[in-house]
Nanobody, 113 residues
Framework: QVQLVESGGGFMQPGGSLRVSCAASGFSFRTYSMSWVRQAPGKGLEWVSAISADGSGLYYADSVQGRCTISRDNAKNTLYLQMNKLKPEDTALYYC??????WGQGTQVTVSS
């Protein structure tokens, strides 16, 4: 079955950098667009970024544009989100999503001084 397993979250200070990953299995990873969606404490879901199946199309929410980079390694069935210049408002549970079909369990990112 489809599995999406996020990792790499943690506790960071403002201004720091972090890369979260998503290991995918159970489907043909290279044929699906992928996204990152986050949920801050007490708030709704927020789409963060998306990448096309071949990696040529990259899309970002205004809130992370210029600070985050989405990428994928189709040979390793892995999705990444590099986050730089972290802000406290980046604190959230970050989910890996397969074409709005399947979600991972999330990885927690906390940004605080």
């Amino acid at each position: 079955q489809v599995q999406l397993v996020e990792s790499g979250g943690g506790f960071m200070q403002p201004g720091g950098s972090l890369r979260v990953s998503c290991a995918a299995s159970g489907f043909s990873f290279r044929t699906y667009s992928m996204s990152w969606v986050r949920q801050a404490p007490g708030k709704g879901l927020e789409w963060v970024s998306a990448i096309s199946a071949d990696g040529s199309g990259l899309y970002y929410a205004d809130s992370v544009q210029g600070r985050c980079t989405i990428s994928r390694d189709n040979a390793k069935n892995t999705l990444y989100l590099q986050m730089n210049k972290l802000k406290p408002e980046d604190t959230a549970l970050y989910y890996c999503v397969r074409s709005n079909l399947d979600w991972g369990q999330g990885t927690q990112v906390t940004v605080s001084s």
